[in-house]
Each structure stands twice: as C-alpha cells, then as structure tokens.
C-alpha cells in the first residue's frame, strides 16, 4: 500500500467495505476501486493486498470461489455471515476514529 | 477489449514457476494479477509488444512478488499448526487423545517395560509410515498443487524426522509417569492430526476449485 501509513491499520475496513457493497471481487479489481473511488489518492499494491485477503480468508471472514476466466484461472472473494458481522463492527470502529481524531485536530469544527 | 492468448497466459505462469512459486493455488492469483494488469495497459494504448510489458512489470514488482510468497508460506505454516491444535480439540481428537492416554495407561500398568517400549515404537513407527502413505495419496491425487497440502507434508515429515522416540524409563521419569503418558499420547496422536489436517485442507480446496475440478 502506498500513500500514507495511516491508511495502512485500514485496508482490512476497506477490503470489507468494497466486498459488502459487491456480491463477489478478485484481488486486482479490488486494487482498482480502491485506486477510483479515490482518485488516485490511494493505490493498493498487492504486496499489501494479498495478505490481508489471506489473512481475512483464514479467519473465516471471507470465502473463495475459482472460475475460468479469460484463459486462465480467477480466484473470487465473498464476504461469509461472519465476515458481514465483522464489517458492520469494522466500519463503527472505523467511524469512532474519525470522530475520535476530529475531537483531537479540530475541536472547534467537531462541536458545530 | 483485447485479452491475452493461452501461450501468453502459459508464458507468465512458467516464469512464475521458475521463480519457485511453486503451488497452483498461490500462482494462479499472481497469474491473473500480472495478465489483467498486462491487458489493463495494452487497453489503455500501450503500443509494446506483450513480452515487453511483462518484462517491465517484472522488474519493478518480482522483489515484491517472491518476498510476498515467502510470507505466504510462513502464513500457510502457522495455519497448519492452528488446524492441528483445532483438530487436537475437536471432539474426536479429545476422543482418540483419551483413548491413546488410556491404552497407554493399561500397557504401562499390565506390561512389562521393554515389551511394553517395543509395542510401543513398533506401532508408532508403523502409524507414522501409515499415515505418510495416506498423505502422499490424498497429494498425488490433486491435479493442482495445493499449498496448504504440501506444507502438511514438509512440516510431517519434519516431524517424522525430528521427533525422536520416546520411550519409557521408569528410573528416569519416576512419579511423572503420567506425564510421560501426556507426552507420548500426544507424539502418537500427531500422524493422526496430521492426516485430520489434510483431509480437512483437501476438502476445503475441493469447494474452493469444484468449479474446475
């Protein structure tokens, strides 16, 4: 992941996030939403990415369907029950953070 | 929207083969990273040729590629450890535990201590090649090659090698009978483990690839 350490504690919220709102992604349209949904500003190398679906995958948080794709072999994450669970927990985490952060930087703009 | 042929597709996935990312199911992803990212350029008005795309991709990202497989592998290891634990805690592995500690317990108390180690170290040489064999069996038969499989079988046969035989000393284990019993029902109950794990793996490949299988 490139940019901003800051983004990296996130990338798990953000994986979640973008599979929540999809039935099923693989690993380089992830890195391509990410890199449009915000303009560039943030680029998941696959360093970072494939990792951490690994990791997801094996805390049963996603589950992984192969297909035959364009002559070769695609591998497809989806989000289990859990891994539904665990977003909504993730994005609240996430959104208390924020909030959290806000508080600190500018105190005056959190109070408006 | 152009795609890229077979031999194309072949292309990356030797290289990648060569490069000793060896397992299918690890190869297949990073083939499809590299060819849509490939495809993604050539779309985009990248005027070079497919191997020179690849080439430049190549060497700004292999570092990254094969550093990112080596902590793959250290992943996939602790996974297995964890499976073995899960499966040591499951219902039956606390059945046969028990019942390993329990003929353990009537061979010690019944037998003598030399028939009672020879018993011992013949049936667990005997599991442990059993065991070997079935593994072996249930990885030949794949038609890709599964990661989490074949690091069961590197870390058992680590095991098969590593893991001396113990075997019962009454002047040195003296009270701690009981935990040599411990000790010696759970080295026993490890090839069993082992085979649970890969069992356990190759059915979850099973539903993961029962599209192409």
Redesign the interface.
């Known amino acids: 992941m490139s940019n901003s350490k800051l983004y990296k504690g996130s990338l798990t919220t953000i994986i979640l996030k973008l599979l929540n709102e999809s039935d099923k992604m693989y690993g380089y349209e992830i890195t391509q939403k990410v890199k449009e949904l915000t303009k560039g500003e943030l680029k998941i190398t696959e360093g970072a990415l494939y990792p951490a679906l690994h990791k997801l995958e094996a805390e049963g948080l996603l589950e992984v369907e192969v297909k035959k794709v364009d002559n070769r072999l695609r591998k497809y994450y989806r989000l289990t029950e859990n891994g539904e669970k665990e977003t909504v927990n993730k994005l609240n985490e996430l959104a208390n953070y924020i909030s959290t952060m806000q508080n600190l930087v500018s105190p005056k703009l959190s109070l408006e | 929207m152009e795609?890229?042929?077979?031999e194309e597709?072949q292309f990356i996935d030797n290289y990648l083969d060569n490069s000793d990312i060896v397992y299918g199911d690890v190869r297949?992803?990073?083939?499809?990273?590299i060819?849509?990212?490939i495809e993604?350029q050539i779309n985009a008005g990248d005027n070079r040729s497919f191997y020179d795309i690849f080439k430049a991709y190549m060497i700004d990202?292999k570092s990254?590629?094969l550093?990112?497989h080596k902590?793959?592998k250290k992943?996939t290891d602790k996974?297995i450890i964890k499976t073995l634990f899960n499966q040591l805690l499951s219902f039956k592995g606390i059945l046969f535990f028990i019942s390993m500690g329990f003929i353990l317990y009537i061979g010690i108390n019944y037998l003598e201590v030399k028939t009672f180690n020879r018993i011992l170290i013949s049936s667990e040489l005997l599991i442990q090649i059993g065991v070997l064999v079935l593994i072996l069996i249930t990885y030949k038969k794949n038609k890709i090659r599964y990661s989490a499989l074949e690091r069961a079988l590197v870390l058992y046969v680590i095991y098969i090698f590593g893991v001396f035989n113990l075997k019962y000393n009454a002047s040195f284990w003296g009270e701690f009978v009981y935990v040599f019993l411990l000790v010696k029902a759970f080295l026993v109950m490890l090839p069993i483990l082992f085979l649970m794990t890969a069992i356990k793996f190759k059915n979850d490949y099973e539903i993961?690839?029962k599209?192409?299988l």
């Open positions: 795609k890229l042929n077979k597709i297949l992803e990073i083939v499809d990273h060819a849509t990212d993604c990202n990254l590629i550093n990112n902590a793959f992943a996974k993961k690839f599209s192409i």
